[in-house]
């Protein structure tokens, strides 16, 4: 309990004039918030909050501005719940005297005191209805009942009371907010005398549970080089948002050879021209099939991800060289989630660009880097904690990236669907491990965004290994599969960097006669479908049907079962590729974890003289024991090479649209590892969904 804090003269004075006027306008919900970072936590803009790091002293200013005159609660929980949240509660009682408590959740009941209060109430004072609180905390107060506050998704919970009575709150009066409240601050941007470009697509969702709806648009004609300098997602009321799972705008290209121009291509099918677009990759579209021609990725946005802007001497070109002058062609590839398969809704999406003829210093690149999304990402069922990966091998960076010095990643959007508990992008030279260049281990998938980093230097050569952790206990027993559905699964990550390079995705994954013979399947083919082609079991009989709801019939999850595959899909040797945007592309035919990698190990600011270190160990040291026959144990307990022990060369691919509507390809029977090039023909044998050289974003 403490007697009313006064912050300062000004703002008395500011709460004697909103009294003035309090009944005669109305008040803006954040005309008491002076922080630059600031979020609306709930729907009806009652209750604001602002923060502030302090880099030198670890120290978080947080700034809360609720409709009450009551309590108000601002709660760190690791699951979005009362259970094992680090809340404060503070308020003004009406005699003018201040409170705040420091309280530790307990589940649906009134919160404990923490003896150990590290919240410290700052001030508090109410007018016109309205609380305002300054407070603060470390990030790591290293008490065992607080809530570490990292640069990674910090999920916030709130409540407040009509009373100063600390009861229950009723279910209007409280909420949950996913914020990233330390990191790099999202690079200013002064909209006035930018350029704006809009692409939207106004049509009906279609009432299935997931669709990827594809559309064309023009963009603007420069005939000198600009710099686009910032992305925005355009989305017109709640059920756009509610239903838009995620976008990816993408450049169109035609190859070299081509006897057409991009008008003859394109400029019949464009929202411009009158056609709305259609269903991604659908073998019975009335239409050419254009998405073969637009392949690179140029913004991804995803649920709940905000503007994203360039640093102040970056931006992306537009209009130099050959494109001078012409009229550029643009897809739009919307991922629609519809669960409970709605019909008749009909709302606007798209994105809009900043760009400006101030060109700045460097030119920018977007980078896709993880596993490949097709059945090989498989998650057994009933898990937690399971961890696979893909990576970017050193070939691919030496090949791909050619300034000596290397390229400057700014920016990582880190991506997985409704499994994914935990994402990691790590970065290795050599053996040895450098700094995380992005991690989140409270990964929420309402909460994606792209997210501003220290810039972090990768040099020809380096590694990358993007690491995702799932859990699959909300499924009822069935696996989950990679693919488009959010309720499949993802393992990529975007990196936006600078100067830009040729290379646009890179990409690794277990090679499928391994993953195969994992489960002892025998036979499959695929089917064209709307979306792209679906895996079908044929041999083994007792699994046959889709892959994706007949592979939780394996008739062996067992505990040593999932741990070998486990280890077998993390840990054996992968295959790769990486593509430049022109279609070349370096096939890899081994990559994994460096051999004899040394750890990076972040600092721990609760021992005194921590600093970040290295360690010199296996993460783990011998593969699980399983039973036979569906699986057997790796020959080898090391990690293989870094770099690839036969010769990687160099292609030319066009992408084409698959003319036979299913192929069939038998496995080999032998449950031994299928390295190299045999394996990677036959995986590419059975369709694009899970060809070595191709993949679905998102």
Not at 211 to 236: E, I, N
Request: proline share 7%.
């Amino acid at each position: 309990m403490g007697k009313l804090k006064t912050f300062s003269g000004t703002l008395l004075l500011i709460f004697a004039i909103l009294a003035d006027i309090a009944n005669s306008a109305q008040i803006s919900p954040t005309s008491l918030i002076t922080f630059q970072n600031r979020e609306q936590l709930d729907n009806e803009g009652k209750v604001w909050l602002g923060w502030e790091f302090d880099n030198e002293t670890d120290l978080i200013l947080f700034e809360m501005e609720v409709e009450t005159t009551g309590y108000v609660g601002l709660g760190i929980s690791p699951s979005s719940s009362m259970a094992g949240a680090d809340i404060f509660i503070a308020g003004v009682f009406d005699n003018g005297t201040s409170y705040g408590m420091d309280c530790i959740g307990i589940g649906f009941t009134r919160p404990k005191p923490d003896l150990h209060a590290d919240w410290v109430l700052d001030g508090a004072i109410e007018a016109v209805g309205k609380t305002f609180l300054k407070f603060s905390r470390l990030i790591n107060t290293c008490n065992d009942e607080d809530y570490p506050i990292g640069v990674d998704t910090t999920r916030l919970i709130w409540a407040y009371g009509d009373t100063d009575d600390i009861a229950y709150h009723t279910m209007a009066r409280r909420g949950a907010k996913a914020v990233n409240l330390i990191g790099t601050p999202i690079p200013d941007l002064d909209l006035e005398g930018l350029s704006k470009w809009e692409m939207t697509v106004d049509v009906e969702m279609p009432s299935l549970d997931t669709t990827y709806w594809c559309s064309y648009h023009k963009g603007p004609v420069l005939v000198t080089k600009h710099h686009v300098v910032g992305f925005d997602a355009l989305l017109d009321n709640i059920a756009a948002l509610a239903h838009t799972h995620h976008f990816i705008l993408k450049n169109c290209y035609l190859p070299r050879n081509h006897n057409e121009t991009l008008d003859e291509v394109f400029g019949p099918y464009t929202v411009d021209a009158g056609y709305d677009g259609g269903h991604c990759y659908d073998p019975e579209s009335t239409i050419p099939p254009l998405e073969q021609y637009c392949s690179q990725d140029l913004f991804v946005w995803a649920k709940g991800g905000k503007i994203m802007t360039f640093p102040a001497n970056v931006g992306y070109p537009l209009g130099e060289g050959e494109n001078a002058g012409k009229q550029l062609y643009y897809m739009l590839e919307i991922h629609y989630d519809n669960p409970d398969e709605v019909a008749g809704l009909k709302f606007k999406t798209g994105v809009q660009f900043y760009y400006t003829d101030e060109i700045r210093q460097q030119d920018a690149g977007l980078l896709a880097v993880g596993h490949m999304t097709n059945p090989i990402l498989t998650i057994p069922p009933n898990v937690d904690d399971f961890v696979l990966m893909g990576q970017c091998d050193p070939s691919c960076t030496e090949w791909g990236i050619k300034p000596e010095e290397g390229v400057t990643i700014f920016n990582a959007l880190l991506h997985a669907h409704i499994s994914g508990r935990k994402l990691k992008l790590r970065h290795f030279r050599g053996a040895v491990e450098l700094p995380w260049i992005d991690y989140d281990d409270h990964y929420d998938f309402d909460y994606q965004q792209n997210k501003p980093i220290p810039g972090t230097q990768l040099l020809p050569r380096d590694r990358l290994i993007y690491e995702c952790t799932y859990s699959s206990k909300w499924t009822d027993n069935t696996a989950v599969v990679g693919g488009m559905s959010s309720r499949e699964e993802m393992c990529i990550t975007f990196l936006w960097y600078y100067p830009r390079q040729d290379m646009t995705q890179c990409f690794s994954q277990t090679p499928f006669a391994v993953h195969t013979a994992d489960f002892g399947i025998t036979r499959v083919h695929d089917e064209d479908a709307k979306g792209g082609p679906q895996m079908f079991i044929d041999e083994p009989a007792y699994m046959a049907g889709q892959y994706r709801y007949t592979i939780s019939l394996f008739n062996n999850w067992t505990e040593s079962f999932v741990e070998q595959y486990q280890y077998n899909h993390r840990y054996l040797p992968h295959e790769g590729s990486c593509v430049q945007e022109d279609g070349q592309y370096l096939i890899v035919d081994e990559t994994s974890y460096p051999e004899g990698m040394i750890k990076y190990v972040p600092k721990d600011v609760c021992e005194p003289g921590s600093e970040p270190t290295t360690v010199t160990q296996p993460e783990t040291t011998q593969s699980p024991t399983t039973q036979s026959p569906t699986t057997q144990s790796p020959t080898s307990l090391t990690p293989p090479q870094t770099a690839p022990t036969q010769p990687q060369t160099t292609m030319t691919q066009q992408q084409t649209t698959p003319t036979q509507a299913s192929t069939t390809v038998t496995l080999p029977t032998s449950t031994e590892p299928q390295g190299g090039v045999a394996s990677g023909i036959a995986t590419a044998k059975i369709g694009s969904m899970v060809a070595i050289l191709t993949y679905i974003v998102l």
